[in-house]
C-alpha cells in the first residue's frame, strides 16, 4: 500500500501505528505523495504578531527575520542554522513570539547554563536553568535532557502535567533526536503545539530512519543557513584545513576489522601520528605565543597520551573529557567543571586545551586560533560541528586554521580520511595539501601563519621568504 511505502524507512521500519495513525511531521511526506489527510493540525499564521516591541531586548539579522517568518507560517520543523547564525537570538525571538510555558531541551549542563543566560540577557526575564536539587519550574525553561526524563519518569511536581500543558517545546541540537530514546519519550509525552529544532546538521549523511523520526516528532527544516553564507557576509572566521599525510609508522594489518582495534593502532596509540599532533602544537605556539589551540580527541588515552608529550615540549595544556574534572600535566585531576576550563582557555591560562567528544558541538570558545583534529571519522556531520568550534569571530580572528590528518594506517582510515576531505571541498572550504608545504611547517622553515598570508595575496616582503607566491603553490601535491 502506497502509505506503508511513504512512511518505511531506510532500515525497513514503518512509522506506522497498527491503527493506522503516524507521527504528525510526516504529514507533508504523506501528501507530497498524493494522499490525502484529515485531521491535519492547524496553526494559525502568526507572521501579524512580528513586530518591534515583541522583539524589544532581541537584535535579529535579515536572514533570522525570514527564518521567523517562516516559522510564524508554519508552527513547527527545524532551523538549520550553520554554527555561528545566533540560534539563542532566534530562539529568543520564537519564545517571545508564541509566549510561555515552553520548555529547551540541550544535551549538556554546560549548554544548558548557557543558553538560559543568553535568552535572560534577551529580555527572556523568566526562564530558568532547572537543574539539581531545585526543579521548580517557571514560565520558560531550559533543561538538559537527562533531567527531563528522570524528572518525566518521576513524574516530578506533575512534570507530566506541565508536557500536556506546554505550548512551544525546543530542541537545541536536535540531530539527537533521531538515535535517543530519551528525547523522544520526551517529545512523544508532549502536547505542546509549537515545536522548533535547532541544528547546524539535523540530518545524517544517508537518509534514515533517525531522519523521519526527527521529521515526525518536531518537523521537516523550514530554513536553511549554510556555514558558506555566514562566512562570505563576514559572520564566520574563514576556515582554511591543513591536510597532513600521516606517511610513516605502524600501519595495521589489512585484515583486522574491529574499529576500536583499528582505531586503537590507527590513532590512539600511533606514536607517529601522535609526534605529528604535538609537533603542531609546538610550531605555532612557537610563531604565535597567544595561539589558543583546541585538539579534539575521542578516548581518555588519546587525551592523556598527548597532554603527556605537549607537557613534555613545554605548552602549556590541560585534557577535559567534560564533567567536573579536568587532566593536568603529570595526569592529576582537579575537580573544575567543563565550563570553567573553556572561560579560562579563552582567557589565555593555556595554549592548548585537549577536548573528548563533549567539545565536538555546543560550545563556544570564540578565540580558538587552531582546531587539531587528532580523531578520525567520516561523518560530516561530525565534521561540520567541530568546525563550528573553531568558526567563531572574535577581536582580531577573521580566520582559524584547521589540521587534519590523511591517515593511511589502514583501508578505513583512508577511507574515511577522504570522505572528510572531500566533506571540506564540498563546504568551499579552502584545503591545503601539499606534503612540501606541510614539512616545510613542521620542520620550522615557515609559519602557519606565513602560508595562510600568501594565500590571502597579504603577506609582506620577506615574510619567510615565503610573498609573491600564489595559492596554487601551496595547494599542489595530492593526497
Not at 597567544?290 to 578516548?299: E, G, Q, Y
Not at 570553567?340 to 580558538?368: A, H, K, M, T
Not at 568558526?391 to 590523511?406: I, L, Q, S
Not at 566533506?423 to 584545503?431: D, F, G, V, W, Y
Request: hydrophobic residues 40%; glycine residues 10%.
Amino acid at each position: 500500500m502506497l502509505l506503508r511505502r511513504v512512511l518505511l524507512t531506510p532500515e525497513g521500519v514503518y512509522l506506522l501505528r497498527p491503527d493506522w495513525s503516524f507521527l504528525t511531521g510526516l504529514v507533508g511526506r504523506i501528501k507530497a505523495a498524493g494522499i490525502p489527510v484529515e485531521g491535519e493540525p492547524v496553526f494559525p499564521d502568526l507572521s501579524s504578531g512580528i513586530h518591534p516591541d515583541m522583539l524589544e531586548g532581541v537584535t535579529l539579522r535579515d536572514y533570522q527575520l525570514g527564518g521567523l517568518g517562516l516559522f510564524a507560517g508554519v508552527g513547527r520543523g527545524t532551523a538549520a542554522h550553520a554554527t555561528g547564525a545566533g540560534k539563542s537570538e532566534f530562539l529568543a525571538a520564537v519564545m517571545k513570539l508564541i509566549g510561555p510555558p515552553s520548555l529547551c531541551v540541550v544535551e549538556t549542563t554546560a549548554s544548558a547554563g548557557q543558553l538560559a543566560k543568553r535568552l535572560q540577557s534577551r529580555g527572556i526575564g523568566s526562564v530558568r536553568h532547572v537543574h539539581g536539587p531545585n526543579k521548580r519550574l517557571t514560565e520558560h525553561n531550559v533543561m538538559v535532557i537527562n533531567t527531563a526524563i528522570n524528572m518525566l519518569r518521576r513524574n516530578t511536581k506533575n512534570f507530566q502535567t506541565f508536557l500536556r500543558d506546554l505550548r512551544l517545546l525546543s530542541f537545541d541540537e536536535v540531530h539527537h533526536l533521531g538515535n535517543a530514546p530519551t528525547w523522544q519519550e520526551i517529545a512523544l509525552s508532549c502536547s505542546a503545539h509549537y515545536r522548533l529544532g535547532l541544528s547546524a546538521t539535523p540530518y545524517d549523511d544517508e537518509p534514515s530512519q533517525a531522519d523521519m523520526l526527527l521529521d515526525g516528532l518536531i518537523g521537516p527544516v523550514f530554513d536553511h543557513i549554510p556555514s558558506k553564507e555566514l562566512r562570505d557576509r563576514g559572520y564566520l572566521s574563514e576556515p582554511y584545513a591543513f591536510i597532513i599525510p600521516v606517511a610513516h609508522g605502524q600501519r595495521v594489518p589489512r585484515g583486522i576489522q574491529d574499529w576500536n582495534e583499528i582505531e586503537k593502532r590507527a590513532i590512539v596509540e600511533h606514536e607517529y601520528r601522535n609526534a605529528l599532533i604535538t609537533t603542531i602544537c609546538a610550531r605555532i605556539v612557537a610563531s604565535e605565543p597567544t595561539a589558543k589551540i583546541l585538539v579534539l580527541v575521542r578516548r581518555i588515552q588519546h587525551g592523556e597520551t598527548l597532554l603527556d608529550a605537549l607537557d613534555d615540549c613545554g605548552i602549556s595544556c590541560v585534557f577535559s573529557s567534560g564533567g567536573k574534572q579536568a587532566r593536568f600535566p603529570g595526569r592529576v585531576l582537579h575537580r573544575i567543571p567543563y565550563e570553567s576550563i573553556c572561560e579560562r582557555f579563552e582567557d589565555g591560562d593555556w595554549n592548548v586545551l585537549i577536548g573528548s567528544r563533549v567539545y565536538d558541538e555546543s560550545q563556544d570558545i570564540p578565540g580558538i586560533t587552531d582546531l587539531v583534529l587528532g580523531s578520525a571519522g567520516k561523518k560530516t556531520r561530525r565534521l561540520l560541528q567541530r568546525l563550528g568550534r573553531g568558526e567563531r569571530v572574535a577581536p582580531g580572528k577573521d580566520h582559524v586554521r584547521v589540521w587534519d590528518f590523511y591517515d593511511s594506517q589502514h583501508w578505513a582510515t583512508r577511507n574515511q580520511s577522504a570522505k572528510r576531505r572531500d566533506a571540506l571541498r564540498e563546504e568551499e572550504i579552502h584545503t591545503i595539501v601539499s606534503p612540501i608545504l606541510i614539512e616545510r611547517i613542521l620542520t620550522g622553515q615557515c609559519s602557519p601563519a606565513s602560508v595562510i598570508a600568501a594565500i590571502r595575496g597579504t603577506a609582506n616582503e620577506g615574510t619567510n621568504g615565503n610573498s609573491g607566491r600564489s595559492p596554487q603553490d601551496f595547494s599542489a601535491g595530492a593526497v
